[in-house]
């Protein structure tokens, strides 16, 4: 299982992408993707969100992907 976290933009633009495949890491850097979004992007819709995949070639390509 592959873990995709990702920042997205108020038009669905994804801004920030982390894949790994340990769930741990993958957790952390939801939580680290989530605090450290503003009140004011809150606002405007920023959301971050985690998800998962079952092969590397579902991730998107702009991801800096980690594999352990």
């Known amino acids: 299982m592959?873990?995709?976290n990702e920042?997205?933009?108020p038009s669905g633009i994804i801004?920030?992408?982390?894949?790994c495949t340990d769930?741990?890491?993958a957790q952390a850097c939801?939580?680290?993707f989530v605090d450290n979004?503003?009140?004011d992007q809150r606002e405007?819709?920023?959301?971050?969100?985690?998800?998962?995949?079952?092969s590397w070639d579902?991730?998107?390509?702009?991801?800096?992907?980690?594999?352990y």
């Open 23 to 25: 769930e741990a890491q």
């Open 15 to 19: 801004y920030s992408c982390i894949a």
């Open 7 to 9: 920042q997205i933009d």
């Open 2 to 4: 592959i873990w995709i």
């Open 37 to 39: 979004l503003s009140d």
């Open 58 to 67: 579902e991730v998107p390509v702009n991801a800096l992907k980690l594999s």
């Open 44 to 54: 405007a819709g920023w959301v971050a969100q985690i998800r998962t995949v079952s």
């Open 30 to 32: 939801h939580q680290s």
